[in-house]
């Protein structure tokens, strides 16, 4: 079985402040991790995916696989940042597409 | 390019009848997700279809039910609603082989 834990589900830190979006996951097999994003009144949308290792809007995310997590980080958090953020593990389901596991997500805000 | 809609926006239904959700593809999109996403959770995996063909299943009783059309459209169907059916559906469509899910704006069905 596969299951995504996000420990916070809301966080609050200042414009300016680091910040750091924790995940934890069990799965058997070797996984793909996402995080996804959605902003106030926007649709669900994907911010960053280990496999591309890129840094999207100042985040990255670093796949470990000794402590099964896959933390979203920032240095310096706008309040443009502020929305719902969402860990996603993939599975294949049945032949060779995508099904992926969501954790409950972390209520991002940043204050001014 | 059109992103991914899905009708109708809100529906309000009683216990015991049967509703019909809308999706229709990003263009160029043949493979079609299906997600129940219950207040206060992340989206859980209900379907997947993909050359009009199921294409994987989540833990969902057979009275969710869905269809993909030739034009890599889709439905979704729940018969028999009960109360915990009261949701946001999404619709989300990808390349397949491709982990970037790309999402509607969702189906609010409410059980009374």
Redesign the interface.
């Known amino acids: 079985a596969q299951r ?1 834990t996000q420990p916070e589900k809301l966080l609050s830190v200042f414009k300016g402040a680091p910040v750091e979006l924790k995940c934890n996951y069990s799965y058997s097999g070797s996984p ?1 991790l ?1 995080w996804y994003v959605q902003y106030s009144r926007q ?4 911010l960053l ?1 280990h ?1 591309s290792r890129e840094s999207i809007k100042g985040f990255t995310a670093d796949l470990n696989k000794g402590e099964t997590s896959f933390h979203l980080k920032k240095p310096f958090a706008q309040e443009e940042d502020s929305a719902m953020y ?1 860990c ?1 593990l ?1 599975g ?14 972390t209520l991002l805000t940043v204050n001014p | 390019e059109t992103g991914v809609t899905q009708s109708p926006t809100h529906l309000i239904k009683t216990r015991g009848q049967q509703v019909t959700l809308r999706c229709s593809s990003q263009s160029g999109h043949n493979t079609v997700s299906w997600y129940q996403q219950a207040l206060g959770q992340g989206p859980q995996f209900i379907f997947q279809y993909y050359r009009e063909e199921e294409n994987g299943r989540g833990n969902f009783p057979p009275r969710f039910s869905g269809l993909q059309f030739p034009n890599y459209s889709s439905e979704l169907n729940v018969n028999a609603l009960e109360l915990d059916d009261s949701a946001l559906y999404l619709c989300a469509s990808n390349f397949p082989g491709h982990g970037e899910l790309f999402f509607g704006e969702g189906s609010r069905l409410t059980v009374l």
Do not use: D, P, W
């Open positions: 995504v793909e996402f649709r669900l949308q994907l995916r496999i969402y996603a993939s294949l389901s049945g032949g060779s597409n995508y099904k992926l596991t969501f954790g409950k997500g």
